[in-house]
């Protein structure tokens, strides 16, 4: 008898245990996008189907057209994951967007200043009342702006255009406007296959591709966000031995030549860091003050305390191996 | 004095709208609080508001101004001649059955990004309504004024001075409303494509940066600024149609 009631007494101490692992997701909703080619090896090849087909989640995966749109679907919840420029991020979180980072896709130079084959702008300073396109809300537009205060120029000695990035690279080809702030693998294109060339170049000032995640859905799925990241590092190490494939899965999904998909993935990415770290957060200390500067955020936001509540640098150090 | 009715609703829904942002009720990234709204507005109104304002109304004028005066004599000759509405009354009504966002990418290619596309396209969205307002209300002239105005035996120029155009004057002026409404709307259009001033260029502005009060001040500013005109038309309305006695002239103008 005593020994029964103490079985049912350990039966029922493990039912709220059990009862308390959250029930399997319905719904999985990533964004994929040509400006992070990982993302698009891991769709490619299913790997996400494949490790939640037991759960019986469905994986939706939802074409990103630049950091902008994936950052407003984040803050609609339309999606759970979304990919944008470290910049980018750190602008939305600013501005109230409950987002974090937990991972870092590449390391990339994807943007620079475009300007046409025979332009006669030659350095920075010759955009002054110029004709610049560029996507608000993303990386090329805040590197345009840092470009232009590195010469003492601000965003309105120029006539900034609003348009999106394929749209800003038709718009540079039509000669209707006379720079442009690009992104690869468009900005490549434009090299390769419009003679365009490359004004202004600067590695610092691209801020890294973060993989972010709604604030909530890491609180609360804390076992399915670390399952994709760890499928993004298998796409990772995959990438990394097969760069020449990688390129022709993007040359496929983005309509672009396959030279222009090889210069963005193996010449202007690495993927050898995926851990958000003091580097990356030193890297959104240097770029911040253009956000105050060009008054992109409410006047008084304190944006040492949005970095800090952006990259959680804790949450994918045991699931990313040291290479 | 006589209530204001018409601000009730807005004040309840801004009230409600308060209330539930700071009771949490509401999350602030997606519906900011009625006062940070104000505060973007206070802002805003000193760094380059009036020049945004200016902007978008000159577009709405110009491309109203273009399309009301296109409008104005081919719906009369449609009217009035059966020829000319059998060649161009189906023509125009496909036309018309075009949405404004499919217009875009076509003037987009062909007029580049500045002004001009803006324009036709503002000028197509106001073409229409005051195209249908001239032709229904010329049409829809009582034929027994005509044959009075013929009895006097007026020139083609006086019966359409005398008789046919205060006739037809309320459906055209409602036509002249309803193509300022839409002037406005295919201004947004235009502007959230490629702009770089105007209330459209603030919309896009606030919602590539994630900033929703910057977003819905500009639509509030749409919205008053629509309010305005239409307003303004309301009056020019009431004025020319004072000789009228109909259910819905209550009062005295």
Redesign the interface.
């Known amino acids: 008898m005593k020994r029964r009631s103490l079985l049912q007494l350990a039966a029922l101490s493990t039912l709220p245990v059990t009862a308390a692992r959250a029930a399997p997701l319905d719904e999985l909703r990533l964004d994929y996008a040509y400006y992070s080619p990982t993302s698009l090896v891991l769709r490619h090849f299913g790997w996400l189907e494949e490790e939640f087909k037991g759960d019986g989640t469905r994986i939706k995966w939802v074409l990103s057209a630049g950091s902008n749109r994936a950052l407003e679907y984040l803050n609609a919840n339309s999606i759970d994951f979304g990919s944008s420029a470290g910049l980018a991020a750190l602008l939305a979180r600013a501005n109230g967007n409950p987002i974090r980072t937990p991972y870092i896709y590449s390391r990339p130079e994807w943007t620079a200043l475009v300007v046409p084959k025979n332009s006669p702008i030659k350095s920075l300073r010759d955009l002054r009342g110029k004709k610049v396109a560029a996507t608000k809300g993303t990386d090329p537009y805040l590197f345009l702006l840092r470009a232009l205060h590195s010469v003492g120029l601000q965003r309105s000695d120029i006539e900034h255009v609003s348009l999106q990035h394929a749209d800003g690279r038709a718009a540079l080809e039509q000669g209707r406007v006379d720079a442009w702030a690009g992104l690869d693998p468009h900005m490549a294109a434009s090299e390769l296959e419009g003679g365009a060339r490359l004004l202004y170049r600067n590695v610092s000032f691209n801020t890294y591709g973060f993989l972010n995640v709604r604030e909530e859905f890491l609180a609360s799925r804390p076992n399915e966000t670390a399952r994709v990241i760890k499928a993004y590092e298998r796409a990772r190490a995959w990438t990394r031995a097969n760069p020449s494939e990688a390129a022709k899965i993007l040359s496929n999904e983005a309509k672009v030549s396959l030279p222009v998909a090889l210069l963005q993935v193996k010449l202007r990415s690495d993927f050898s860091n995926p851990r958000p770290g003091a580097e990356h957060l030193r890297a959104l200390q240097l770029a911040a003050p253009i956000l105050r500067e060009e008054a992109l955020v409410k006047p008084g936001t304190d944006l040492d305390k949005a970095i800090a509540s952006l990259i959680d640098v804790r949450f994918a150090r045991p699931l990313v191996a040291r290479t | 004095m006589r209530l204001p009715l018409g601000a009730l609703l807005p004040a309840l829904a801004l009230l409600g709208a308060e209330l539930g942002v700071r009771a949490g009720l509401v ?4 519906l900011p609080p009625p006062t940070a709204i104000a ?1 973007a507005l206070a ?1 805003l109104a000193s ?1 380059g508001l009036p020049g945004h304002i200016a902007a978008s109304a000159l577009r709405v004028l110009a491309g109203f101004a273009a399309g009301a005066l296109l409008a104005l004599p081919l719906g009369a000759l449609v009217a009035l001649q059966p020829r000319a509405e059998r060649l161009l009354d189906p023509s125009f009504q496909a036309l018309r059955a075009i949405p404004s966002l499919a217009w875009v990418p076509l003037l987009l290619l062909w007029f ?3 002004e001009t596309p803006k324009l036709v396209l503002i000028a197509i969205g106001a073409f229409f309504p005051v195209y249908m307002g001239v032709v229904s209300g010329i049409r829809g002239v009582d034929r027994k004024l005509v044959e009075v105005g013929r009895l006097y035996r007026l020139s083609q120029v006086a019966l359409a001075r005398r008789v046919l155009l205060p006739a037809a004057l309320p459906a055209i002026l409602t036509g002249l409303r309803n193509g300022l409404s839409l002037a406005w709307m295919f201004m947004v259009a235009a502007e959230l ?4 001033r105007g209330l459209g ?1 603030l919309l ?2 606030g ?7 910057i977003m819905l001040a500009a639509i509030l500013l749409l919205a008053l600024l629509g309010k305005l005109s239409d307003g303004a038309m309301q009056l020019l309305e009431r004025r020319l149609l004072a000789w009228r006695d109909s259910v819905g002239d209550r009062g005295a103008a």
């Open positions: 999350p602030a990234n997606l505060d802002w760094n580049g990004i500045d494509i490629a702009a770089s260029y896009t502005d919602r590539e940066s994630s900033r929703a009060d």
